[in-house]
């Protein structure tokens, strides 16, 4: 069986309060309603995401569905997505979205994102 070969790792995902702390610190944001992402550069390859939902946005079951929707978009969108980037979706009050929709969102909000990175700081490599 390949179970495991289209997961998302650990290795693509923010995990704890410092990586969080670090992504939020550098306050480049981009609103692509219903979520707001917050990005900065690392020195990875890869671009890796973390995902900040409060209880606003609704019920546990609510908020876990989109975790995992958000989580399989970012999965299936990473190819699309510059590299080199920690990136936090923080999750705004909204209807549940199809994956699709999801993906369209972080694919054009983390574009964005990389362009402002690199008017910022023109040293920035292009994936």
């Known amino acids: 069986m390949t179970k495991g070969l289209n997961r998302l790792g650990k290795a693509r995902r923010i995990i704890g309060r410092r990586a969080f702390?670090?992504?939020?610190e550098t306050n480049?944001?981009?609103s692509c309603p219903p979520l707001v992402l917050v990005a900065r550069p690392n020195a990875r390859a890869n671009t890796r995401m973390g995902i900040s939902i409060s209880r606003?946005?609704?019920i546990a079951v609510k908020r876990n569905g989109i975790k995992r929707r958000l989580r399989e978009a970012f999965r299936q969108s990473r190819l699309?997505?510059?590299?080199?980037?920690d990136v936090v979706v923080i999750?705004?009050?909204?209807?549940?979205?199809?994956?699709?929709?999801y993906q369209?969102?972080?694919?054009?909000g983390l574009n964005a994102l990389h362009a402002t990175w690199q008017k910022k700081q023109p040293d920035?490599?292009?994936p």
């Open 104 to 108: 369209q969102l972080l694919i054009a």
């Open 21 to 24: 702390s670090a992504v939020f």
């Open 28 to 30: 480049i944001r981009r």
């Open 80 to 85: 699309q997505l510059p590299g080199g980037y």
């Open 91 to 101: 999750v705004r009050p909204h209807a549940t979205l199809e994956v699709t929709r």
């Open 56 to 58: 606003a946005v609704g």
């Open 124 to 126: 920035i490599a292009q």
